[in-house]
């Protein structure tokens, strides 16, 4: 139990020195793993769902389990390279800039303890969240070889959505990490709860996309045969 407790205490003194000294390099690659991670939360969650709808349907009771061969890799690289390139350097320059700005508005002196966290979720939920929701649609939309159409059809179906839901997600995360952990700590505890975040708009993308698919082929005049059921659960979503 001492050396686990020695091991624990060397690799978080490991992981402070990281951010503290190499936050761009130490948080591109921990929110590349962790959109790995809520990029496949999110295509298992699809799958399940999918295969719910088609049982209780088509009473098909079919026992085939979720496994890694059914991943589209493409799709969760494309989200973890948006974690490696955007986020994690994003966030890595945002969260010290937030508490420089905190501390020059200086809230603490009108509102006590609680001034500062309160005066950084408003900053982020308002200042940071919007651009950065624009800026995955956008960068998705690039990856996936869509255009300006494509890209503003996504903002007009995905953006209120997922901005609602970062509003009614996020503030509780936030509220509590500002308040009681050091700075260098925030970016790590809001990279994992950011899984079931990322989860969410992996599977707000690929909703779209199937939407987008299929307004194509009706453009086209096509009469493609009916989807699987997991792009048509998608596409009700």
């Given at each position: 139990?001492?050396?686990?407790?020695?091991?624990?205490?060397?690799?978080?003194?490991?992981?402070?020195?990281?951010?503290?000294?190499?936050?761009?390099?130490?948080?591109?690659?921990?929110?590349?793993?962790?959109?790995v991670a809520g990029d496949?939360?999110?295509?298992?969650?699809?799958?399940?769902?999918?295969?719910?709808?088609?049982?209780?349907?088509?009473?098909?009771?079919?026992?085939?389990?979720?496994?890694?061969?059914?991943?589209?890799?493409?799709?969760?690289?494309?989200?973890?390279?948006?974690?490696?390139?955007?986020?994690?350097?994003?966030?890595?320059?945002?969260?010290?800039?937030?508490?420089?700005?905190?501390?020059?508005?200086?809230?603490?002196?009108?509102?006590?303890?609680?001034?500062?966290?309160?005066?950084?979720?408003?900053?982020?939920?308002?200042?940071?969240?919007?651009?950065?929701?624009?800026?995955?649609?956008?960068?998705?939309?690039?990856?996936?070889?869509?255009?300006?159409?494509?890209?503003?059809?996504?903002?007009?179906?995905?953006?209120?959505?997922?901005?609602?839901?970062?509003?009614?997600?996020?503030?509780?995360?936030?509220?509590?990490?500002?308040?009681?952990?050091?700075?260098?700590?925030?970016?790590?505890?809001?990279?994992?709860?950011?899984?079931?975040?990322?989860?969410?708009?992996s599977n707000r993308n690929?909703?779209?996309?199937?939407?987008?698919?299929?307004?194509?082929?009706?453009?086209?005049?096509?009469?493609?045969?009916?989807?699987?059921?997991?792009?048509?659960?998608?596409?009700?979503?």
């Open positions: 139990m001492t050396k686990m407790r020695s091991f624990a205490k060397r690799l978080l003194h490991r992981a402070q020195h990281l951010m503290e000294h190499r936050p761009i390099t130490s948080n591109s690659i921990l929110c590349f793993s962790l959109w496949s939360l999110a295509q298992y969650s699809e799958y399940k769902m999918a295969k719910d709808k088609t049982e209780s349907t088509r009473g098909d009771h079919r026992h085939e389990s979720f496994s890694l061969d059914m991943l589209d890799l493409i799709r969760t690289g494309q989200c973890a390279s948006y974690g490696a390139f955007v986020t994690g350097p994003l966030i890595a320059i945002w969260y010290p800039l937030l508490e420089k700005f905190s501390k020059k508005a200086n809230p603490l002196e009108k509102y006590k303890v609680w001034g500062g966290p309160v005066f950084k979720v408003l900053l982020d939920q308002f200042l940071m969240d919007p651009p950065t929701i624009v800026a995955f649609f956008g960068y998705m939309n690039i990856c996936e070889g869509g255009d300006m159409e494509t890209f503003q059809r996504k903002i007009k179906n995905e953006f209120l959505t997922s901005w609602l839901a970062s509003m009614a997600f996020w503030p509780v995360v936030l509220l509590g990490t500002f308040r009681f952990l050091p700075i260098y700590a925030h970016a790590p505890l809001i990279n994992a709860c950011a899984i079931v975040w990322d989860a969410f708009l690929a909703a779209a996309r199937v939407k987008q698919t299929q307004l194509s082929d009706s453009k086209n005049g096509q009469n493609p045969k009916q989807k699987e059921s997991k792009q048509q659960l998608l596409a009700e979503i």
